[in-house]
């Protein structure tokens, strides 16, 4: 039997297929879509596999059956062959509007035309692609006497491409939403249609006219419609998977959640097979989206209150130009992840996010070090002293490297003077700092006798932090008279309690005390 190839890069379902590539069974889902409903939108981070589903759904829509022999969908699905209609923005840069949308939408249309081998109108159609689109799908029902079907991928590239530019986003916007009224208009030319996006702006502002549009983001039922679970890696790539440390893998790549189970970005796991099973941020290397760093840099804000920040349904679906939620923009983008779900009395939902795995916090926080410094090196120049202090349990060297990490930080990069008497603005300094070398830090980490400032764990060793700011107080005060070790006495580790009072005068640490337990 010949060895499966992994399907790098690959968003061609015919492709994966017919040449033996490793394929997870999403047809589950294509049944569940053209079964119960008629129009979709799905939200996803980028190379979670969208475009891979759609080119799925294209095909089996256009009747296409054989290529689903041995998959779920195979005897399920009547196999109906409707023309299909597919508008894809993922491969633009629309930093230039209006000569790349031009360009992006003769080209689109004119694909269309020629695979559905429809008569080519007339080329000032293409400059209105409300029209265009309203002909290609009235010639394409005309001529197969069928409805049609429309997949539209990276709906919002456009939008986001120019978010730090409002006037011109707000231009895209506008543009892209007459495009999409058309889909209301046709309503009964139409048998399907799918919108897939990263982000998810709200209803009123993109998709006023399409009030059918059904969002599938957050529904269990779709909740692994792309990604990997850990049964898939199991048993689909049960071979290719074979002597990697499967707790390393679920600690680095596993975590994302939209109500289903537990996903992979499918980006990182093949990458991860393709380099020997080496451990790498893969899928963060592939390039943060520019709007994303952009608005970071801009907007200050305490990273530990990322980690189990809180947010409601209106919030995270209310994405738009004009308002811009740090919290919505990084779950959007794969960067936060619901962990879990709770529902008031009235059945309203709201939802605490986090950092899905160790590969986004790494690489988040060495952005934001990036950012606080004005260096790349840190988590080199500091990252083995750091890791011998803690295998040590050396808290005098601990705290030898973080004054001379905050000695070196200009820090009007990041915030305004008067928040340096916070204790969060140190507690955020430490989070990132740690974080960007690779551990895994808890900020506000919950006991039953209130809230511990910091946690790190390590596979021998738990090290309990508080932090003070321009106070006498002992630093270890309300560590002892809390008790907040006892919720890691059961784990067999080595526990030990470091307070640190900083002066904001000082911009630096003038004190600490330290204790193991």
């Not at 790349?100 to 249309?109: D, H, R, S, V």
């Not at 941020?281 to 592939?286: F, L």
């Not at 619901?338 to 950092?355: A, H």
Request: net charge negative; hydrophobic share 40%; glycine share 6%.
């Amino acid at each position: 039997m010949a060895i499966k190839r992994l399907p790098i890069g690959m968003q061609t379902f015919s492709e994966l297929i017919k040449n033996n590539y490793y394929y997870v069974d999403k047809t589950p889902f294509v049944y569940k879509l053209v079964s119960s409903g008629k129009f979709y939108f799905l939200s996803r981070p980028r190379r979670f596999g969208k475009t891979l589903f759609l080119d799925t759904l294209a095909e089996a829509m256009a009747g296409n059956r054989e290529l689903f022999k041995g998959l779920y969908l195979y005897d399920k699905y009547d196999f109906k062959s409707h023309p299909v209609i597919r508008l894809s923005f993922g491969s633009g840069d629309y930093s230039k509007l209006q000569s790349e949308l031009e360009t992006a939408f003769e080209l689109m249309f004119s694909n269309n035309y020629r695979e559905l081998k429809l008569p080519r109108p007339d080329a000032s159609t293409y400059k209105n692609p409300k029209l265009a689109l309203a002909d290609l799908i009235q010639r394409a029902y005309d001529r197969y006497e069928a409805p049609v079907v429309v997949l539209i991928d990276e709906y919002d590239k456009p939008i986001l491409d120019n978010l730090t530019r409002p006037e011109v986003a707000r231009e895209a916007r506008d543009i892209l939403k007459n495009l999409y009224s058309v889909l209301k208009d046709y309503d009964r030319y139409i048998r399907l249609a799918f919108i897939t996006g990263v982000s998810k702006f709200s209803k009123l502002s993109l998709f006023s006219g399409l009030n059918n549009l059904e969002d599938i983001t957050v529904d269990p039922a779709f909740g692994e419609i792309c990604g990997y679970t850990q049964e898939d890696l199991e048993t689909d790539f049960a071979e290719a998977m074979e002597g990697a440390r499967m707790d390393l893998v679920q600690l680095w790549y596993n975590g994302y959640s939209y109500l289903g189970k537990k996903l992979y970005n499918p980006f990182d796991i093949l990458l991860f097979l393709s380099k020997g099973k080496t451990f790498s941020n893969y899928w963060w290397q592939t390039g943060s989206p520019g709007f994303l760093i952009e608005i970071l840099k801009r907007q200050r804000y305490y990273l530990p209150d990322l980690e189990n920040s809180r947010a409601s349904e209106e919030l995270l679906n209310a994405f738009d130009i004009d308002r811009i939620d740090i919290r919505a923009l990084l779950w959007q983008a794969g960067y936060l992840t619901i962990k879990d779900i709770q529902t008031n009395p009235m059945g309203v939902r709201f939802f605490t996010l986090g950092v899905p795995n160790i590969e986004v916090q790494y690489s988040l926080n060495q952005f934001f070090l990036y950012y606080l410094s004005d260096s790349q090196d840190l988590p080199i120049k500091f990252g083995s002293q750091i890791e011998a202090a803690l295998e040590r349990a050396d808290m005098g060297a601990l705290v030898g490297v973080l004054k001379s990490l905050f000695a070196g930080i200009p820090y009007n990069n990041y915030v305004n003077n008067e928040i340096v008497s916070a204790e969060g603005f140190w507690a955020s300094l430490v989070y990132v700092f740690l974080s960007a070398i690779g551990y895994r830090v808890v900020c506000e980490d919950a006991t039953n006798q209130g809230r511990i400032d910091m946690t790190l764990e390590t596979f021998t060793d738990v090290f309990i932090i508080e932090f003070k700011v321009d106070t006498a107080e002992p630093p270890l005060g309300q560590i002892e008279r809390r008790r907040y070790w006892e919720k890691y006495q059961g784990l067999g580790k080595r526990i030990h309690l470091l307070g640190i009072t900083f002066s904001s005068e000082e911009r630096n640490i003038t004190g600490w005390e330290a204790k193991s337990i």
